[in-house]
């Protein structure tokens, strides 16, 4: 059990919006630790999406976003491509525990 | 552009002690904000945060493993260790070493391709 709680699978059609949340408590986000985002496809490694909250590494297309409010955190994908089809994990710190990944949820692009 | 590179034995009998090594090149392991981590993830599971540890040589551990695991750096080599020891089952998985940015924010920035361990008599 993660202590960052993501659903275990989103779906959306090519060129939709999909959001994946991420939940975590007063010791980690609600504390105001930043979130971060990975991205892993098939077989790779994870590759980091979003930094900070809301922050894009250089090559990272802008159709991926990122938000954070309260003890919560979501990741939104606009403009859904084929190549999207991946597993997605949110990462923050806890008071406790130090760095903590969500549990990851797997994007399906129908 | 630092990349990063695991090497390990792949298949450790239990009970023993497992040990990887991440050579870092492109940049220096000796970066300030920079530490340099160990990440695992089980098969069909999740990723799991383990260890990191800095050039001044202060290490943090995942409290869940930290009476079996310990992070050693060789900076003449530009290369980290990781040392888990008493493994079972329960410990096969990837293991990525990846570099993770601090100053507060505490992100993953770079990733090694993972080296699979299994554990196994």
């Known amino acids: ?110 | 552009q630092v990349q990063l590179q695991e090497s390990g034995p792949g298949l450790v009998k239990p009970s023993q002690t497992v040990s990887l090594t991440c050579t870092v090149s492109g940049g220096s392991i000796r970066a300030d904000n920079y530490y340099w981590s160990w990440v695992r993830q089980p098969p069909g599971k999740g990723l799991e945060w383990l260890t990191y540890i800095y050039h001044s040589g202060s290490s943090y551990y995942n409290p869940s493993l930290a009476s079996r695991v310990t992070v050693s750096l060789d900076m003449s080599k530009s290369q980290f260790s990781l040392h888990l020891s008493s493994v079972t089952a329960a410990d096969t998985a990837v293991y990525y070493c990846a570099r993770l940015y601090g100053s507060g924010r505490n992100y993953f920035d770079r990733w090694g391709q993972g080296t699979q361990v299994t554990v196994s008599s």
């Open chain 1, 1 to 110: 059990q993660s202590v960052l709680t993501q659903p275990p699978s989103v779906s959306g059609a090519p060129g939709q919006r999909v959001t994946i949340s991420c939940t975590g408590s007063s010791s980690n986000i609600g504390a105001g630790y930043e979130v971060h985002w990975y991205q892993q496809l098939p077989g790779a490694a994870p590759k980091l999406l979003i930094y900070g909250n809301n922050n894009r590494p250089s090559g990272v297309p802008d159709r991926f976003s990122g938000s954070k409010s309260g003890t919560s955190a979501s990741l939104a994908i606009t403009g859904l491509q084929p190549q999207d089809e991946a597993d997605y994990y949110c990462q923050s710190y806890d008071r406790s525990l130090r760095d903590v990944f969500g549990g990851g949820t797997s994007l399906t692009v129908l």
